[in-house]
């Protein structure tokens, strides 16, 4: 048997004439950016997220630079983010001249870790981004008392978690404004690069949306130095067809997880730890290993695509070798990035791909 590590054509299959015709509407209108599939799409994402706004821009990346660049973050400021998560994160600070300062993840749930972040506040520290990775919800609570105590901005990195809850609650309605991503891979994806920006701050918003159309608030009228970075029509179209059917993508996610969860019985195994204020939505199912080469040679040799998730940690990129940052800094972080593997996980997986799955993990010794 060969199972990829994903596939989107369960879904894809699925949602075949909806995909096919919110294109026709696109080709037909001939009309691609700022348009009415737009407004609908940022409507019902806003809606979805309990927000009270939503731009669309063009990537993920995109929406933490936009979101950090309209609530002023600048040269000399520095922003906190977790060292274990993709490097887009600390690049959004980069781009506005900010400096990022990584705070060490929780080793059992890969997220921030709430009881580390005060040490790394210093005189310049202007917010905190937490990332909701893999799917899993932060601890928000502890997260925005530090923040309100400090006088911090919170932008939340949701580009994993579309649909994730915190105690009940969507993610990406806690801080001052959220980013999202619609990379093809997510829970909700678009069919190319997509992103938005969630806020209840409609001034924010509108500076969002003012940054990523070249800082003009109307045609020819440019208030900042933007950018451009718009949700283009026929992504907004097959968002908004797929936005309808995300509940039940991450309800099948949930149902893979559970029995992932329920049927690995391997001692050289560390599942992935849920806790009580979460509802996540499986963007990933990371599983730890110390001989994590050994377990994916061996699930890859039987046909089981796998991913690393991350292999080299932000502080060890040498992108950022600037920093002046070496292994051994961030030990939790270096940890995950060389015991995390992560095993297949998308909406339409069989019964008897999910079992051998299983079954190949719990041969290996």
Not at 122 to 128: D, E, F, V
Request: proline share 4%; charged share 25%.
């Amino acid at each position: 048997m060969r199972i990829p590590f994903v596939t989107f054509k369960p879904l894809e299959k699925e949602l075949d004439k909806e995909l096919r015709g919110a294109f026709e509407r696109v080709y037909t209108r001939s009309w691609y950016i700022e348009g009415e599939e737009d407004q609908v799409f940022e409507n019902a994402f806003a809606k979805y997220c309990d927000s009270n706004y939503c731009v669309g821009v063009g990537n993920g990346l995109d929406a933490l630079f936009l979101a950090l660049k309209a609530l002023g973050i600048k040269e000399e400021d520095e922003v906190i983010v977790p060292s274990n998560t993709y490097i887009a994160t600390a690049l959004a600070v980069t781009y506005v001249g900010a400096t990022p300062v990584f705070v060490e993840p929780d080793i059992r749930t890969f997220n921030i870790d709430p009881t580390k972040i005060e040490a790394a506040i210093t005189n310049k520290t202007k917010a905190i981004m937490p990332v909701h990775l893999y799917g899993q919800s932060c601890d928000m609570d502890p997260i925005m008392e530090i923040a309100k105590k400090h006088k911090l901005y919170v932008i939340e990195d949701c580009a994993q978690a579309h649909g994730a809850k915190y105690k009940g609650k969507v993610i990406g309605s806690f801080g001052d404004v959220a980013g999202f991503s619609f990379y093809p891979g997510k829970n909700l994806g678009a069919l190319g690069d997509a992103g938005a920006t969630v806020t209840n701050n409609k001034e924010l918003a509108e500076k969002v949306r003012a940054l990523g159309n070249y800082g003009s608030d109307y045609k020819y009228h440019h208030v900042y130095q933007g950018n451009n970075s718009r949700l283009d029509e026929l992504q907004a179209a097959f968002l908004s067809a797929k936005l309808s059917h995300l509940d039940k993508v991450n309800v099948e996610r949930r149902k893979i997880a559970q029995k992932y969860l329920e049927g690995i019985n391997n001692s050289e195994i560390i599942l992935p730890f849920v806790p009580d204020y979460a509802e996540p939505v499986w963007h990933i199912f990371g599983v730890r290993c110390q001989r994590r080469t050994e377990l994916e040679k061996h699930l890859n040799d039987a046909g089981i695509g796998t991913n690393k998730h991350y292999p080299i940690p932000m502080h060890l990129q040498e992108c950022y070798k600037d920093l002046g940052l070496k292994k051994g800094d961030y030990p939790i972080a270096e940890e995950i990035s060389e015991t995390e593997l992560s095993i297949p996980m998308y909406y339409g997986m069989t019964d008897d791909e999910i079992q051998y799955v299983i079954d190949k993990i719990n041969e290996f010794k």
